[in-house]
């Protein structure tokens, strides 16, 4: 996603951050143990997170214009354009988060790192490079493994598998909650000695290598298919077929799934129909994030004991009272392609208009994610970008609020940007959004039925 200037700069940015902020000491007396660890002075506010996974959303989108380029030219099915939108509209609303909480999640991390890490950091050579990777996706083995097979974390985990295409963006769409608990499936690595700064830059890294196996443009890798995670091997992860549920868990090597045993290679007998076993009904992006966690506490509250209930949380979806942790799998539908798509409600405007707010949420983020803007400032413009990518769903469902919505909303956006102006916008910037805001008011006020249509689109 980054070319080599970039991330040359990034690595050193990274390794004089560590030089400045961090102190190693080893103190040994006489006669008695080396009882010292590894002490730092810094503290969570001193561990900024990079933002590579914001910058890779602007790539990502040249990626999907790449991908459509090479789905059409080997005559195969094109991805429906507003899934791909969703899928980047939950991204940006996943970078969102990260600056409403600015790292405060690593907190633990750091204060592990600082207090209890065993060996010196790995630093700046090749085997320390390749050893972070390593330990670094075996980390996220874990993580993705758990996201899975604990129900109470497949229900924050399973915006990520709810788009029933498989793209390059689909590679992003995660949801703001699983900031809640990944951290803890990274503490062992402070304990190794990675700092907070190496493992958070690699963390970023091992996600953002995932997005290019998230497509059907690439068939297979040969022998790499042994080593790495492959599109080939994502695509079994992904399908709601019998054969693909709970496997390929891995993020960059594919080499923990065959060593825990939940490898499964692609079958090219039977089409791969993606999503989760029951689909959401809606797109909006908010009900994305909570619909199956309400279904989840359902589950648990019908329950006959309270055991029952607290094991329908953090069971497998799947579990029943006597079966195993997964559930039995006969018991399990055997979902096949093709699969019938939940359609959405949009003209050709429709989606254009839709992509230009995407675009203009995309811009705040970018803008809100500089150190100079203040607290005050991120909150409120958060706000506006959430409103924004929420309602890019709202927009492909339609119900009857929909243009007074729309009217509030762009209404809101244009009184803001003229009576508060972000500040780390150029007046280019805020030209155009306010042109923008201006504009759509205005064509929900004068002409609605552009944007607004009474029956699904066709496949």
């Known amino acids: 996603m980054l070319d080599e200037a970039d991330l040359e700069a990034a690595l050193n940015a990274s390794v004089a951050c560590v030089k400045d902020a961090f102190k190693v000491k080893i103190a040994c007396e006489d006669g008695a143990k080396n009882d010292s660890l590894w002490k730092t002075t810094a503290s969570v506010d001193a561990i900024v997170e990079p933002g590579y996974t914001l910058q890779s959303i602007w790539w990502v989108m040249w990626l999907v214009v790449l991908e459509y380029l090479a789905l059409w030219w080997q005559d195969a099915r094109l991805p429906r354009l507003h899934d791909n939108i969703l899928c980047l509209a939950h991204a940006t609303l996943y970078e969102i988060s990260k600056l409403l909480v600015r790292g405060v999640e690593y907190g633990a991390y750091i204060w592990v790192w600082q207090n209890w890490a065993i060996f010196p950091p790995l630093g700046n050579s090749l085997l320390g490079f390749i050893g972070m990777v390593v330990l670094i996706d075996l980390g996220y083995y874990w993580l993705h493994r758990a996201s899975h097979e604990v129900s109470v974390l497949w229900a924050i985990h399973q915006v990520h598998h709810t788009s029933q295409d498989l793209t390059v963006a689909v590679g992003l769409r995660h949801s703001p909650l699983q900031r809640l608990f990944s951290w803890v499936f990274y503490l062992p690595l402070a304990l190794l000695g990675i700092p907070p700064t190496h493992m958070l830059a690699h963390a970023q890294f091992n996600l953002l290598y995932q997005c290019w196996i998230h497509t059907e443009a690439i068939r297979t890798l040969g022998p790499l298919e042994h080593i790495f995670n492959t599109p080939s091997h994502h695509r079994v992860h992904h399908g709601a077929n019998k054969y693909c549920l709970d496997k390929n868990y891995g993020g960059v090597f594919i080499l923990w799934d065959h060593l825990f045993g939940t490898f499964q290679r692609e079958l090219s007998s039977e089409e791969i129909a993606y999503g989760v076993l029951v689909q959401p009904v809606k797109f909006n992006l908010l009900y994305h994030q909570v619909f199956y966690m309400k279904y989840l506490m359902g589950k648990a509250v019908n329950m006959g004991s309270w055991r029952d209930g607290l094991s329908a949380l953090v069971k497998g979806p799947s579990w029943v009272p006597g079966s195993p942790w997964t559930g039995w799998d006969k018991d399990k539908p055997d979902i096949r392609g093709p699969r019938e798509f939940q359609q959405p409600r949009a003209t050709s405007a429709t989606h254009c208009y839709v992509l230009l707010h995407f675009l203009a949420a995309c811009v705040l983020t970018h803008h809100l994610a500089a150190p100079t803007s203040g607290s005050l400032v991120?909150?409120?413009?958060?706000?506006?970008?959430?409103?924004?990518?929420?309602?890019?769903?709202?927009?492909?469902?339609?119900?009857?609020?929909?243009?007074?919505?729309?009217?509030?909303?762009?209404?809101?956006?244009?009184?803001?940007?003229?009576?508060?102006?972000?500040?780390?916008?150029?007046?280019?910037?805020l030209q155009l959004l306010t042109t923008l805001y201006a504009f759509s008011l205005t064509v929900w006020i004068v002409h609605p039925n552009t944007l607004l249509v009474h029956t699904p689109c066709k496949s």
């Open 378 to 429: 991120v909150f409120v413009y958060s706000v506006v970008v959430v409103a924004a990518l929420t309602c890019i769903g709202i927009l492909y469902e339609q119900p009857g609020y929909t243009r007074v919505l729309e009217m509030c909303r762009c209404g809101g956006g244009l009184a803001l940007c003229l009576l508060f102006p972000l500040p780390a916008a150029s007046n280019t910037i």
